[in-house]
């Protein structure tokens, strides 16, 4: 069978393995609760609410895996998803390739979402998946940037430092998730790319190491990512607006 006479299969895979350190001590960011419930369980229906996506990968701690089986077995989730978790490693490139090894073959193409954007609506995962059936091997969700943006001389914590470019703003974008990939492209990016230190955190930068285009959609503002208390106050104001207006 043909490249273009292949049917097209998208899953989803979740990076959840991470302690999240920035929201302090406790339980591991993707766990902690958002409007009573764990922000990986918000990730998951997230990806689940596209039509788009028939399986969600959910990587989880390494010593974490049967918790976060039980968990997702205590919520409801669309019957018509499949849910498949798997141990991830220590750093996140590590966890995103034991979700790659966990895909099936027939699937086509994947996406890789971020466990602490749990309000990413299904509007910004179709167009990204969207845009990979339509033949871009790297899509990534965006939003243009509110601030201006400073290149610095890193200093020491809390010492001045020298400031040394400001780039054009307008030509700037503020990258979110689901990242989606043509999955052999990031197959390769993944088994080609030496990250050193923690490992890449960003799938779509190690795409275009390979010399391959990626492409910008239209992202969120809803897709934010949680990781400072003050994103969690967010999160909540806007999950309780959602559930005011009968949106979630």
């Known amino acids: 069978m043909s490249d273009e006479t292949r049917p097209h299969r998208t899953?989803?895979?979740?990076?959840?393995a991470g302690r999240g350190v920035r929201l302090g001590p406790g339980a591991p960011k993707a766990l902690r609760a958002l409007g009573g419930t764990p922000m990986l369980i918000h990730a998951v229906r997230a990806m689940a609410r596209s039509r788009?996506?028939?399986l969600v990968v959910?990587?989880?701690p390494s010593d974490g895996a049967d918790e976060v089986r039980l968990l997702l077995n205590e919520h409801a989730l669309p019957d018509r998803t499949e849910i498949l978790v798997v141990p991830g490693g220590e750093?996140?490139?590590e966890s995103v390739?034991?979700?790659l090894r966990a895909l099936p073959a027939d699937v086509t193409s994947v996406l890789i979402h971020d466990a602490a954007r749990p309000l990413v609506p299904v509007d910004t995962v179709d167009s990204v998946v969207e845009a990979v059936r339509d033949g871009a091997p790297a899509v990534v969700p965006a939003l243009p940037l509110a601030d201006t943006v400073k290149e610095v001389e890193p200093g020491k914590p809390g010492e001045p430092e020298p400031v040394v470019a400001t780039p054009e703003r307008a030509r700037l974008r503020a990258v979110q998730t689901p990242q989606g990939f043509d999955l052999a492209t990031l197959l390769r990016a993944h088994e080609e790319i030496a990250v050193d230190g923690e490992g890449a955190t960003d799938d779509a930068g190690m795409v275009e190491r390979l010399g391959v285009t990626v492409v910008v959609v239209p992202g969120h503002e809803e897709a934010f990512k949680v990781t400072r208390p003050l994103d969690l106050v967010l999160a909540e104001a806007v999950l309780a607006r959602r559930r005011a207006t009968d949106v979630y």
Request: net charge positive; aromatic share 0%.
């Open 91 to 93: 750093t996140r490139q």
């Open 11 to 16: 899953a989803a895979v979740i990076p959840a």
């Open 52 to 54: 788009a996506v028939s």
């Open 97 to 99: 390739r034991a979700g």
């Open 58 to 60: 959910v990587v989880a």
